[in-house]
């Protein structure tokens, strides 16, 4: 069963660059035709989509955040990844990478970013 | 973008009992609509694609239907491991995917 696990700092100061890194196991994505996406989650609040990476690269994101987020996929490591920039405390929550079959079909554990000085 | 509204947003409901949850889209979604079970602590789980599809291992207790713009999650019999949070999530015109606020589902 696939199996992805988020990677990344837990906290990160104001105005900075949040990067995370998704590991992918128990399956592939070389060769793959998936979708991957990003999804967050305020503490106590829903879901919010915030980016999707297709196996070749091709990247959708929020338009809420358009302009502070950068995706990419390393097929090779079995890796996506995802930069934001410029982060405010409205950034702190978890985060979770999923495969993206227009659903989300099977999630990360999930990893809580909190922005703080 | 499409706006997903659930409703109630707290259920309170016996184990046993059927529960009813409702998921509106704010214009047609044919049958792209997905449903998660979100615990405490626990990343989401896909319960529910295409509106009434059942996820692979997902008892049968639980059922979708609905198109257009009005969808419903039904649990037909409580148990105790379904007290959690349940959205709904729409994939007919992306980006953005939208969620549902969620529905909270405890007990009474």
């Known amino acids: 069963q696939l199996q992805l696990q988020e990677s990344g700092p837990g906290l990160v100061k104001p105005s900075e660059t949040l990067s995370l890194t998704c590991t992918v196991s128990?399956?592939?994505?070389?060769?793959?035709?998936?979708?991957w996406g990003w999804i967050r989650q305020a503490p106590g609040q829903g879901l919010e989509w915030i980016g999707t990476i297709y196996y070749d690269g091709t990247a959708y994101h929020a338009a809420s955040l358009k302009g502070r987020l950068t995706m990419s996929i390393d097929r090779s490591k079995n890796q996506f990844s995802l930069k934001l920039t410029s982060v405010t405390v409205a950034d702190t929550a978890v985060y979770y990478c999923a495969r993206n079959e227009n659903w989300f079909d099977s999630w990360g554990q999930g990893t809580l970013v909190t922005v703080s000085s | 973008e499409i706006v997903m509204t659930q409703s109630p947003a707290t259920l309170s409901v016996s184990l046993g009992e059927r529960a009813t949850l409702s998921c509106r889209a704010s214009?047609?979604?044919?049958?792209?609509l997905a449903w998660y079970q979100q615990k405490p602590g626990q990343a989401p789980r896909l319960l529910i694609y295409r509106a009434s599809i059942r996820a692979t291992g997902i008892p049968a207790r639980f059922s979708g239907s609905g198109s257009g713009t009005e969808f419903t999650l039904t649990i037909s019999s409580l148990q105790s491991e379904d007290f959690a949070i349940y959205y709904c999530q729409q994939y007919s015109i992306w980006p953005p995917y939208t969620f549902g606020g969620g529905t909270k589902v405890e007990i009474k």
């Open positions: 214009q047609s979604i044919s049958s792209d």
């Open positions: 128990r399956g592939s994505l070389s060769g793959g035709t998936d979708y």
